[in-house]
């Protein structure tokens, strides 16, 4: 903060330098930066707690002094008159408003348009002794009180007001924990950054009550402290050690890449290339040993264990991540049992054909040198000679399902061999199925690219040696586009 003024010191960028600075301390004592500086009594506690004023003062005066290559003494002088004003005035400015714990969106309103200068002062005043009111680390009931007075206040004063207020809470380490989600349940969090963002469908599970009430009230309003806020926290999440799916790296990965997927898809995320770059990161973790190993190995043959590999490749940029994914490909591709090895077991015709057509257009699309594609092309050509185009053609392409991917249906769980955009395969299938039948059933997708379970209508097409081949459809309009999305990415 760059301050002339008293005013000035109580001023929108002024009071994130104080939240920013005396952070530690806020936690300590349960308070946000909005009471710290708009209530006399937090004024007192603070010149009473030691050496904890000045130093704060001091780190104001060091940041500014670099910045305005002044003597850091002078600076110090001229900061602690400034804070000392800035103190003098929210005290004679309170003793005026007596009741201002109890002053409601309007009253607020009318304290912030009083004038151009004061008015904002006083009506930081009011916001501060209404937080004072519920007592010192009740979070809730401060988020709560925060959100009623939102409901009501117009004067644009009054909503930067609890615009940054509300992103103080959002960011403060044990009001954050309440409010938006504790830091060990990062799924949550994630829920929470997305929702505020502006995705309608956040994912499955809810969302903490105050962030389902902040998104209901800040749709059509601008918010840029709360929007910062949800990117930094964020940010924050993604580069922490929790897991998004509960240690489990198949559910990590497709976890990761839907969440790679939203915030590129939401402009409030997309513009943060920090946001791209953690991700990025956070995907390189996956391709540490004791992560990779257990994704590969719950794969069943060659084939699978490719696609996972070649998915990673180009989900990442680290080279020596990439140097090490590579090493590990070639290893599998020149394996002497490679044709043998390549398929799952019991695989139908068709299933083998769709499989070594996604694996050979993965090869295709990488990032792999010319030299690796061409050899991969030379050992596909023998391995899949035996592999004809002959079958029914098929219009979407098919994804082969992982060794976790189910079908409920007629009571079973049975298998998902393959699936599309408007298909599936599964078996072996033990009831009835006629073509032309139609049936309900519950897809359920928890594999290394997409992790998600719909309701769907089949209409069985084929039914041979207990595989069933179906079309299906989906009434969930947020679940098409998902499969929308994972089908043409």
């Not at 130093?55 to 602690?80: D, F, H, S």
């Given at each position: 903060?760059?301050?002339?003024t ?20 806020l936690?300590?004592v349960r ?7 708009f ?7 603070i010149?009473n707690s ?18 305005l ?12 008159e400034?804070v000392d ?7 004679t400015?309170?003793k ?15 304290l912030a ?11 930081g005043?009011?916001l ?11 979070w809730?009931?401060r ?5 009623e007075l ?10 930067a ?31 929470a ?32 402290c ?11 999440a ?14 990590e ?6 969440l ?16 791209a ?5 956070r ?9 990779l190993?257990p ?6 043959g ?24 590579v ?19 019991g695989?139908?015709h068709?299933?083998?054909r ?8 993965a090869?295709?699309t ?26 029914e ?26 699936w599309?955009?408007?298909g ?5 299938f ?8 139609h ?19 089949l ?16 009434a ?14």
């Amino acid at each position: 903060m760059f301050c002339v003024t008293p005013p000035e010191a109580l001023g929108d960028a002024a009071r994130e330098t104080l939240f920013r600075v005396a952070q530690p301390y806020l936690d300590q004592v349960r308070i946000t930066a909005t009471e710290l500086a708009f209530d006399p009594r937090e004024h007192r506690k603070i010149l009473n707690s030691g050496t904890k004023f000045q130093e704060y003062v001091q780190r104001v005066a060091i940041l500014q002094g670099q910045q305005l290559k002044n003597p850091v003494a002078e600076r110090m002088r001229q900061t602690l008159e400034l804070v000392d004003g800035a103190m003098l005035l929210v005290d004679t400015e309170a003793k005026k408003l007596p009741d201002a714990h109890v002053a409601d969106a309007l009253a607020i309103d009318r304290l912030a348009a009083t004038d151009a200068t004061l008015g904002p002062v006083r009506a930081g005043i009011a916001l501060a002794a209404n937080l004072a009111a519920v007592g010192p680390g009740n979070w809730t009931a401060r988020g709560n009180r925060c959100l009623e007075l939102l409901d009501g206040v117009r004067d644009p004063a009054s909503l930067a007001l609890l615009d940054r207020t509300i992103a103080e809470l959002m960011r403060m380490k044990l009001s954050g924990a309440v409010l938006v989600g504790p830091s060990d349940n990062l799924a949550l969090v994630v829920r929470a950054c997305l929702a505020l963002a502006g995705d309608a469908a956040p994912g499955p599970g809810g969302l903490p009550p105050f962030v389902a009430g902040l998104v209901a009230r800040k749709a059509g309003r601008a918010m840029p402290c709360v929007d910062r806020a949800t990117v930094e926290i964020l940010n924050g999440a993604i580069t922490g050690a929790a897991s998004l799916a509960k240690r489990d790296p198949t559910l990590e990965l497709s976890s990761t890449r839907d969440l790679r997927r939203k915030v590129t898809s939401l402009p409030l995320l997309a513009a943060d290339k920090d946001l791209a770059d953690n991700l990025s990161r956070r995907l390189t973790r996956l391709t540490a040993p004791e992560s990779l190993n257990p994704l590969i190995a719950r794969e069943v043959g060659i084939g699978r264990k490719l696609l996972v590999l070649l998915g990673l490749h180009a989900d990442i940029e680290d080279p020596n991540a990439r140097k090490y994914l590579v090493a590990t490909i070639d290893g599998l591709v020149e394996n002497q049992e490679f044709k043998s090895d390549f398929y799952v077991p019991g695989m139908a015709h068709d299933e083998k054909r769709a499989l070594a057509a996604q694996v050979s257009q993965a090869y295709a699309t990488s990032q792999l040198s010319d030299s690796k594609r061409q050899r991969f092309r030379e050992i596909a050509a023998t391995a899949f000679a035996d592999l004809t185009a002959s079958g029914e053609r098929r219009v979407s392409p098919r994804s082969i399902a992982g060794p976790e991917d189910r079908v409920l249906v007629g009571g079973q769980r049975v298998q998902l061999r393959n699936w599309s955009e408007t298909g599936v395969m599964f078996g072996p299938f033990a009831g009835i199925a006629q073509p032309g039948q139609h049936m309900k059933a519950t897809i359920m997708l928890r594999n290394g690219y997409i992790s998600m379970g719909f309701e769907a209508d089949l209409e069985i097409v084929r039914f041979v040696d207990g595989l069933v081949g179906a079309r299906y459809t989906c009434a969930d309009p947020h679940v098409r586009q998902r499969i929308k999305a994972h089908f043409r990415a």
